[in-house]
């Protein structure tokens, strides 16, 4: 057996759907979106249809239970998953709510949440025969992807800027990664597109106005949802406060909401909560702007999430679960993670900024004091370089 034929895909796999405009698709790789939207000037992410019911397998432990919801069974591994919810009552007390929750996502191998979607992205760029994986990372996923591929056995390009912290270019190095810097974000894609032909497969979105990254990876990040249930069952949180760029953790968390809703496991989704460092989704759903737009304001202290940009696939995401978007200043978020630190997690700053966001909802009365919260914590504080 060759090493590309080792990854199986999942049977219940029938095609793909554009989650704007519903067109359908065989199934395949649309590294640009759907391509009905794109004639139509319009840009939107792609998702995987998955035919019959899906099923939680009991009888198996870690992501094994979730095989027949996930793209491939046999995805390398790091031992990513099955991060800790932690409840935390005095930081609950201080906010004012019922009780307030914590899912370490920076327990994950290389320190972040990418660790979910970089299996299925190898997985799948292996299975079609692409010798390299490629992506355009401020930091996180460059490090995520570089681990992921030297796992798999194959090439990683990474593309980043010049202002590339030395501790992202270091783990991306070590793992045998290609790291190529580029003056600005627009040059990182202009990159991808000319030099990727048909031997690099984009983990990452390639367009200016973006789309989503890969549909395959993003598969991956529904574990999260997986593992709440399995952790809470039907006595979910009522909120998820997730830090929000272009909407990848957040879309895959509401699909993973929605195949539980859908096969049964859970009456309702909990609202789903974007926190952001400026206000681009908050723009988008109060209607004062559209997912097309450039969003102006500084989001340097906060690079993980920062960028002018947001998503169709954040607004879908928002919109199903009944959630919204709150923004706070990049500005506040080094007194978000020395407050944070107070309770023992030391955060990374885009990842501290939901600890600001969820104070600023409760202020405003978006948060009640009878609601359970839950902070999606996607990256520790040894990765902060603006303290």
Same mark, same amino acid.
């Given at each position: 057996m060759s090493f590309k034929d080792k990854h199986v895909l999942n049977p219940r796999i029938q095609g793909m759907r554009c989650i704007k405009c519903?067109? $359908?698709?065989?199934?395949?790789? +649309?590294?640009?979106?759907?391509?009905?939207?794109?004639?139509?000037?319009e840009n939107s992410a792609v998702t995987i249809i998955y035919e019959g019911c899906g099923s939680i397998d009991t009888t198996k432990k870690g992501w094994a239970r979730y095989e027949s919801m996930l793209p491939y069974k046999d995805a390398v591994t790091l031992g990513e998953g099955n991060t800790p919810v932690l409840s935390m009552p005095r930081?609950? *007390?201080?906010?004012?709510?019922?009780?307030? +929750? #914590?899912?370490?996502?920076?327990?994950?191998?290389?320190? %972040?949440?990418?660790?979910?979607?970089?299996?299925?992205?190898?997985? &799948?760029?292996?299975?079609?025969?692409?010798?390299?994986v490629t992506c355009a990372s401020s930091g996180n996923e460059a490090a995520s992807l570089a681990a992921y591929a030297a796992a798999e056995g194959i090439k990683c390009v990474n593309v980043s800027t010049d202002s590339i912290p030395g501790l992202?270019?270091?783990?991306?190095?070590?793992?045998?990664?290609?790291?190529?810097?580029? /003056?600005?974000?627009?040059?990182?894609?202009?990159?991808?597109?000319?030099?990727?032909?048909?031997?690099?497969? /984009? !983990?990452?979105?390639?367009?200016?106005?973006p789309t989503s990254s890969s549909a395959w990876g993003i598969q991956g990040y529904k574990t999260i949802s997986y593992e709440l249930y399995d952790e809470f069952r039907k006595d979910l949180p009522d909120l998820l406060f997730i830090p929000t760029c272009r909407g990848d953790l957040l879309y895959g968390i509401y699909e993973g909401f929605e195949d539980l809703f859908q096969y049964g496991y859970?009456?309702?989704?909990?609202?789903?909560?974007?926190?952001?460092?400026?206000? &681009?989704?908050?723009?988008?759903?109060? $209607?004062?702007?559209?997912?097309?737009?450039?969003? /102006?304001?500084?989001? !340097?202290?906060?690079? %993980?999430?920062?960028? $002018?940009? !947001?998503?169709?696939?954040?607004? #879908?995401?928002?919109?199903?679960t009944g959630g919204f978007a709150v923004s706070v200043p990049d500005s506040e978020a080094v007194d978000d993670v020395s407050e944070m630190g107070r309770y023992g997690l030391y955060l990374e700053t885009s990842?501290?900024?939901?600890?600001?966001?969820?104070?600023?909802? %409760? &202020? *405003? $009365? &978006?948060?009640?004091?009878?609601?359970?919260?839950?902070?999606?914590?996607?990256?520790?504080?040894?990765?902060n370089v603006i303290l």
């Open positions: 519903g067109a $359908g698709y065989p199934v395949g790789d +649309y590294f640009y979106g759907c391509p009905s939207c794109m004639e139509q000037g930081l609950a *007390e201080d906010v004012g709510v019922t009780a307030i +929750y #914590t899912k370490n996502e920076f327990q994950n191998p290389t320190g %972040s949440h990418k660790d979910r979607m970089n299996p299925f992205i190898v997985a &799948r760029a292996s299975a079609m025969g692409y010798d390299t992202w270019k270091q783990a991306s190095d070590m793992c045998g990664a290609k790291l190529v810097t580029v /003056p600005t974000s627009a040059h990182r894609l202009k990159y991808q597109r000319e030099n990727m032909g048909d031997k690099w497969y /984009p !983990a990452t979105n390639l367009l200016e106005v859970i009456e309702k989704l909990p609202k789903l909560v974007a926190c952001e460092p400026l206000p &681009r989704l908050e723009k988008i759903l109060e $209607g004062e702007a559209t997912h097309k737009d450039v969003f /102006p304001g500084s989001s !340097a202290l906060t690079s %993980s999430i920062g960028g $002018g940009t !947001a998503t169709w696939q954040s607004v #879908t995401a928002l919109k199903e990842s501290a900024i939901v600890y600001g966001c969820l104070k600023k909802a %409760s &202020r *405003e $009365g &978006r948060v009640h004091k009878e609601d359970r919260v839950l902070l999606v914590l996607t990256s520790n504080g040894y990765k």
